[in-house]
């Protein structure tokens, strides 16, 4: 309780004033705390506003004045406790080429556990499809691959593209910036969504990685049995190899997020837990849709043109040549050198 | 944390604990269809200005808006809590703000994860799961509130109680009785004091009528307690009467 109201308050209105002055200048960014001096005034008139609401604390009365001061104190707080990690402003090109590969590599066990699910289920989509098993349409989204053989598709294929160099013409021509766009909006969604499911304990994210891997196993017994394996990888290494990846680093994150929710291995709360894994599924979920803009484009100039417009090895070397730097990248991008090691020891 | 309480309670450091007003259901839904409203809007306006695109690249131009329609959906809200520190247009209007839930102020990253989140909160359709699970949870989280480690809150403008202005400069004729003015501050409890205090501070507030009316009869209260001399009541208005047992009280805290 405080004596004397109304000296308190007119001994104390011109700190807390000056506090919320300062507070908003720190908000407009017209000044930080990076300065020592002024980090300590400011610091100082917090603290002088805490001891205030404190000795406010024990009574039931002056309610409006109490709210006020908690107000003025949690904003204070928000800025002072949090100025440590507000010091560094994003940089793009060190997020991606440090803090994104870093990220993945943090948390590598979803990305495992991503590709071991994808090959199960792929393992599971070219059994169904050996056995001939009839409704095809409830394993492959794409019409085209249900209603025709894989040899169709590749003689209609090239016999269109035959025709296309002998006219000269281009039968993409007018589509291919939508299509691109088409396929970045579905690819990127369909990531974020493997991400978003994991807080169904992670079950969201299996069937949704699952299903890709069963449509995937299915897709390539059918045209390797059906002695097309160069068109295959033709069609799907150049924006396959980026694409597949990056669905399962959505995976990886959707893992990641149900583990945290579940909790296993850790004796960290709930709170704790999510709080220490946020960073890194922000950082591979926004990874993951930046390589998909790169496979939409991919998929839309370049994967869709087959012989002869485009020679098979071709369009195989780039796959594979972008499949080892995309690995390169995650994998060894952004680690410490040596000798940069030993000095930071 | 058992049951369930409309305010996010934090304890600084400094020993001090304050508390921030969670949000409810219908104001976040509110802001939720303004924000709908305006990326409506919004979206609507960027598609006339990139119609001329169509008559000279039809492709791009389509390709354009696929892209800018689904940044739209899921970036915009991300945008606008990232540059207007947990704000949206809806919020703002609704006077809400998303914050993290110890009272820090947000990161990049949190403002992502609440949002793409969204995809399982809106299951199986209009945000029920969300809605469902912020009913359940004492700090009214949707999942995406949860796996972020943000909560959604009232802003409250406040201001200091101009108290001071209030008890200062007006000549008190219950001075002239120091003993009665002592058994005047004995018979006020805490609560009567700061009723008066709070009627006064907030008479520009009231209108007319009502002021007269609340002065009258806390001015009644007051004399029913202690019995001052006429001559020193003489000729003193209701709100007088308060100013002086406000005074009175406060001053006797000394």
Redo the contacts between chains.
């Keep these: 309780?405080?004596?004397?109201?109304?000296?308190f308050?007119?001994r104390e209105?011109p700190h807390?004033k000056e506090l919320e002055r300062e507070l908003e200048k720190i908000?407009e960014h017209l000044a930080d705390l990076s300065d020592l001096k002024y980090a300590r005034h400011v610091l100082g008139l917090?603290?002088r506003t805490?001891?205030d609401?404190?000795r406010l604390?024990g009574?039931?009365?002056?309610?409006?004045?109490r709210?006020?001061?908690?107000?003025?104190?949690?904003s204070g707080?928000?800025?002072i406790?949090?100025a440590t990690?507000?010091r560094r402003h994003?940089r793009p090109w060190q997020w991606l080429v440090q803090t994104f590969p870093q990220a993945f590599r943090r948390q590598i066990w979803g990305f495992w556990m991503s590709v071991a699910l994808t090959l199960v289920g792929a393992l599971l989509g070219a059994f169904l499809i050996s056995k001939g098993v009839e409704g095809r349409e409830a394993i492959y989204p794409f019409p085209h691959l249900v209603h025709q053989t894989p040899s169709e598709r590749v003689a209609r294929e090239e016999q269109r593209g035959t025709e296309a160099v002998s006219k000269g013409r281009d039968d993409l021509e007018?589509?291919?910036?939508?299509?691109?766009?088409?396929l970045?909006?579905n690819n990127?969604s369909v990531t974020?969504?493997a991400?978003?499911?994991g807080?169904?304990w992670g079950i969201?994210t299996l069937l949704i990685l699952f299903y890709n891997g069963v449509v995937l196993g299915a897709v390539v017994f059918d045209y390797v049995s059906d002695g097309q394996t160069v068109f295959m990888l033709g069609w799907l290494l150049p924006h396959g190899s980026v694409e597949i990846p990056a669905i399962l680093l959505g995976g990886q994150a959707g893992l990641i997020?149900g583990r945290?929710?579940i909790g296993w291995g850790t004796p960290d709360s709930?709170?704790t837990r999510?709080?220490k894994i946020?960073?890194d599924?922000?950082?591979i979920?926004?990874g993951a849709a930046l390589l998909l803009v790169w496979a939409g484009i991919i998929e839309a100039f370049f994967s869709q043109y087959h012989e002869p417009v485009l020679p098979y090895w071709v369009k195989i070397l780039f796959g594979a040549v972008q499949l080892v730097a995309l690995a390169w990248f995650l994998f060894f991008c952004g680690k410490p050198k040596a000798g940069a090691d030993e000095l930071q020891r | 944390m058992s049951s369930r309480s409309a305010t996010l309670n934090?304890s600084?450091?400094?020993?001090?604990?304050?508390?921030?007003p969670l949000a409810g259901p219908i104001t976040r839904s509110l802001a939720f269809f303004i924000d709908f409203a305006v990326m409506s809007a919004a979206w609507n306006l960027v598609a006339i200005l990139i119609k001329p695109l169509f008559f000279l690249?039809?492709?791009?131009a389509?390709?354009?808006?696929?892209?800018m329609q689904?940044a739209f959906v899921?970036g915009m809200r991300m945008m606008m809590e990232l540059l207007w520190?947990g704000q949206t247009v809806g919020k703002k209007l609704m006077g809400l703000r998303v914050?993290?839930?110890q009272?820090?102020?947000l990161?990049?990253?949190?403002v992502?994860?609440r949002n793409?989140?969204?995809?399982?909160d809106m299951l199986p359709l209009f945000y029920a799961l969300g809605g469902l699970v912020s009913l359940f949870n004492a700090r009214a989280q949707r999942?995406g509130d949860?796996?972020?480690?943000t909560v959604v809150v009232r802003t409250?403008k406040?201001?200091?109680?101009d108290?001071?202005a209030v008890?200062?400069g007006k000549f008190n004729s219950f001075r002239e009785c120091p003993h009665i003015e002592a058994r005047l501050r004995q018979k006020v409890t805490?609560?009567e004091?700061?009723l008066a205090l709070?009627a006064l501070?907030r008479r520009d507030d009231l209108d007319e009528a009502a002021r007269h009316k609340l002065y009258e009869e806390l001015a009644t209260h007051f004399r029913e307690k202690v019995k001052f001399p006429d001559d020193v009541v003489f000729g003193l208005s209701d709100e007088q009467y308060i100013r002086n047992v406000v005074e009175t009280v406060?001053?006797g805290?000394?």
């Design positions: 309780m405080i004596a004397d109201l109304k000296t308050i007119e209105r807390w908000r917090y603290q805490s001891s609401l404190a604390q009574s039931s009365s002056e309610p409006e004045l709210a006020y001061l908690e107000n003025l104190v949690g707080y928000a800025e406790h949090s990690r507000d994003f007018g589509r291919k910036a939508t299509f691109s766009a088409e970045m909006r990127i974020f969504r991400m978003a499911f807080m169904t969201g997020l945290a929710l709930l709170r999510f709080r946020t960073p599924l922000a950082t979920a926004g | 934090i600084t450091p400094e020993g001090v604990t304050f508390s921030l690249m039809q492709d791009l389509l390709g354009v808006a696929v892209l689904f899921e520190r914050v993290d839930e009272g820090l102020k990161r990049a990253s949190q992502v994860i793409l989140l969204r995809f399982v999942l949860l796996a972020a480690g409250v406040t201001q200091p109680p108290v001071a008890l200062a805490p609560e004091a700061q709070n501070v406060f001053r805290r000394k």
